[in-house]
């Protein structure tokens, strides 16, 4: 053995690492042009794909109450992360949106 693999001699050394805690995912997407007022909020264990300035979400297979044909365009994204120790570690995603029509030109190819 040389002195690279010296590190991993000890195994006894691994049970002193404390298993990683599971991470809760949270979603919340908010009303147009507001920053208070929240139109959906999600909760899970699996991560939800990225939001980025830009992208569009269609709601019309959510039933929220909105006019269908209206889309919205995510203009910001905030990321607020936290641990509770022995608990588990939070993310959650707020994406602040604008309403747009939805019409092919809102859609850049």
């Not at 049970?15 to 919340?28: F, I, K, M, S």
């Amino acid at each position: 053995m040389n002195g690279d693999d010296a590190q991993w001699e000890d195994t006894d050394a691994w049970e002193d690492t404390e298993a990683p805690l599971p991470v809760q995912y949270h979603l919340e997407l908010y009303e147009p042009n507001s920053a208070l007022d929240v139109l959906l909020s999600v909760r899970t264990v699996t991560p939800l794909g990225p939001f980025t300035r830009g992208d569009l979400i269609n709601l019309d297979s959510v039933s929220l109450g909105r006019s269908p044909g209206q889309i919205l365009r995510v203009v910001s994204v905030e990321h607020i992360l936290w641990i509770i120790d022995g608990s588990h570690v939070g993310e959650k995603v707020c994406v602040f949106t604008v309403a747009v029509a939805d019409e092919a030109g809102q859609r850049r190819f």
